[in-house]
Nanobody, 124 residues
Framework: QVQLVESGGGSVQAGGSLRLSCAASGNTGSRSSMGWFRQAPGKEREGVAGIDKLGGTVYADSAKGRFTISKDNAKNTLYLQMNSLKPEDTGMYYC??????????????????WGQGTQVTVSS
């Protein structure tokens, strides 16, 4: 079993920044790779960024150049630094864990564990 707890969401004006955190615990093998997904109101959940066991990263086109995913293995914590936020970044952000060692894309079926989410609201 893996437990994921997100924090750091909030309300910010366009152009602002937020840093999301995800505290992970439980089976290490089941969280070899980690990712951030988001779901905007009325839309399907989509991948934002992922980081694999060796530190390789993958980003959605909408996140490239603005968001940075990182992890602190000693603290078992995943981060998402979000800069230059836009209103279209608004949504519930979920942390997810995968047993896959490598990530080439953010495919939801490859992530077996999910957090409860943290809300991000960006106003214009």
């Amino acid at each position: 079993q893996v437990q994921l707890v997100e924090s750091g969401g909030g309300s910010v004006q366009a152009g602002g920044s937020l840093r999301l955190s995800c505290a992970a615990s439980g089976n290490t093998g089941s969280r070899s790779s980690m990712g951030w997904f988001r779901q905007a109101p009325g839309k399907e959940r989509e991948g934002v960024a992922g980081i694999d066991k060796l530190g390789g990263t993958v980003y959605a086109d909408s996140a490239k150049g603005r968001f940075t995913i990182s992890k602190d293995n000693a603290k078992n914590t995943l981060y998402l630094q979000m800069n230059s936020l836009k209103p279209e970044d608004t949504g519930m952000y979920y942390c997810a864990a995968s047993a896959y060692w490598y990530l080439k894309a953010l495919r939801e079926p490859e992530f077996g564990y999910w957090g409860q989410g943290t809300q991000v609201t960006v106003s214009s």
